[in-house]
């Protein structure tokens, strides 16, 4: 006997067994139980999820020697014809290849005649909504008012597709995707009929890659089973799907929590070498995200939101903690947008570590001592020192050279407040010292950066992070000179300017 894949093995033959799809099933054996069936239904949704068993389910019900039925016995000769397609009465249309007029005009011919010898004749039309308009169109009336003895079943991936006079006639039934615990424990009842040797962290591998199909993850089963005779391992399907552990994205995350960009680049370039789908390793992380935002926002009053075994849902939560909200849609947002800036790339290796460096990395405080000497303070030593406040002691000796020093790192943490602020303030650069007040320059064609900044709101933000790099109170007031955009570039940077013909577009990134 040739072989049967887990797909077509495994194939539910009941409304009981039907995964996942609970509002379906429970409305069709009503509909059943009381008799109220209508003539046309329409299953739609993603693939592999059910839609064509349950319209061969419901065929069985309605045409088993039993039936009418809620639980066809799938022994009679009825029930087994339709399991195996060869059912004279149970017609099974493929729409994308029979989509045209002339063979609607035929089914059209065909509806007229008795069943051979079911109490229905039914059509299962498959991806309906590959009809042509003009067979949707011929198909109207006959969907309207077909004989008593015929029953219609369409299915389809796309419903938005189908024109709205067919939709109008039919009964909608809209499936979900499969959630990944209940694909995660039919994979289980497989591997355990099938004697196969599989972990718990395999089975969430294979449930997340399918994406809520349990077709697609049967066949990943299936295929790992011809693959290894033994245990499958976790490296076994991480390598085949080319997809992360979720042991690996836990980690890394880390790195981010941590701030330890390096051992996160570490990781990055294992990942790579190891020749894993770094598209894939980005919606990971996009999902691990979203997962961290959910326990953040909810904690476990959300739980359920979290389609994941309780073990990792303890691990994701205990995670979040170490976030702000703030930081988590952000990482998120520079996620999608590497995916974004990939597009006009021949590489995604460089927007994600983009990324990652905005995410990971803090620059290093500067030791106090050295700020000291850089600020050129000298402490001035006498026998009756007469007593003078803290802050006068450091305003006193401050110049423009040590404002410079820390002004890069301050646009580095103002755009971690508020990005608008420090994306006016990178136009301008500190020209003079005037007592505290640090006077910001800006060239002619920038007075609206000019006059936002100098907004109450605005101005305090500035302020306080000037304050916490130079650990005494300072004030700034913002100026309009008369030279064009500043053009100070370093040389290196000029030279790469020089050699393309390109010019500086923003001169610092933009770390939130």
């Avoid at 691990?315 to 800036?341: D, R, T």
Wanted: glycine share 4%.
């Amino acid at each position: 006997m040739s072989y049967l894949v887990f797909a077509r093995k495994y194939r539910p033959n009941n409304f009981d067994e039907v995964v996942d799809q609970e509002h379906v099933t429970t409305t069709l054996k009503n509909a059943i139980k009381t008799n109220r069936l209508g003539h046309a239904f329409l299953f739609a949704g993603p693939r592999g999820i059910g839609k064509t068993s349950c319209a061969r389910i419901l065929a069985k019900s309605l045409n088993c020697q039993n039936g009418p039925t809620l639980n066809p016995c799938n022994i009679c000769d009825s029930c087994r014809e339709i399991s195996e397609s060869r059912s004279m009465d149970v017609i099974e249309i493929d729409g994308a290849s029979n989509r045209g007029i002339d063979e609607v005009r035929v089914l059209r011919e065909n509806v007229k005649f008795a069943t051979n010898k079911a109490r229905f004749k039914i059509y299962i039309i498959d991806e309906v909504h590959m009809l042509t308009p003009e067979a949707f169109n011929a198909l109207l009336k006959t969907l309207e008012e077909p004989p008593a003895h015929v029953k219609f079943i369409f299915a389809t991936t796309a419903p938005h597709k189908v024109l709205p006079t067919i939709l109008s006639r039919c009964q909608r039934f809209d499936f979900r995707r499969i959630s990944v615990l209940k694909i995660m424990q039919k994979l289980e009842e497989i591997a355990r009929d099938e004697k196969l040797s599989v972990d718990k962290d395999v089975l969430l591998v294979i449930a997340k890659a399918a994406s809520g199909s349990l077709r697609d993850a049967e066949s990943i089963l299936d295929q790992l089973s011809a693959f290894s005779k033994e245990k499958i391992s976790l490296s076994i399907v991480t390598s085949m799907l080319g997809m992360v552990e979720e042991e690996f994205i836990l980690g890394f995350t880390n790195c981010i929590l941590k701030k330890d960009s390096v051992t996160a680049f570490k990781l990055m370039d294992s990942l790579i070498n190891e020749g894993k789908d770094i598209n894939q390793f980005i919606l990971s992380l996009v999902e691990h995200f979203r997962n961290l935002m959910i326990a953040k926002v909810g904690g476990k009053v959300l739980d359920e939101l979290l389609d994941l075994p309780d073990e990792l849902k303890e691990q994701i939560l205990k995670q979040s903690e170490g976030f702000s909200l703030k930081e988590i849609l952000n990482a998120i947002e520079l996620f999608v947008c590497a995916q974004e800036m990939s597009r006009y790339l021949d590489s995604i290796r460089i927007p994600l570590e983009m990324a990652v460096a905005q995410l990971s990395y803090a620059p290093k405080e500067i030791n106090p001592q050295l700020k000291n000497e850089s600020l050129g303070k000298k402490e001035s030593v006498s026998e009756n020192p007469s007593p003078k406040k803290e802050d006068d002691n450091a305003v006193n000796n401050f110049d423009l050279q040590s404002v410079n020093h820390i002004w890069d790192e301050s646009l580095h943490k103002i755009s971690k407040v508020k990005m608008s602020v420090a994306t006016f303030l990178q136009e301008g650069r500190p020209i003079k010292l005037r007592n505290n007040t640090i006077v910001i320059g800006f060239p002619k064609d920038s007075s609206f950066h000019k006059e936002t900044l100098e907004r109450k709101e605005n101005r305090s933000i500035i302020e306080k992070m000037l304050k916490e790099l130079l650990s005494f109170e300072v004030k700034v007031e913002f100026e309009i000179t008369q030279e064009e955009k500043n053009s100070t570039v370093e040389p290196v940077v000029q030279s790469a300017l020089d050699a393309f013909k390109g010019k500086v577009i923003n001169k610092w990134h933009q770390a939130k």
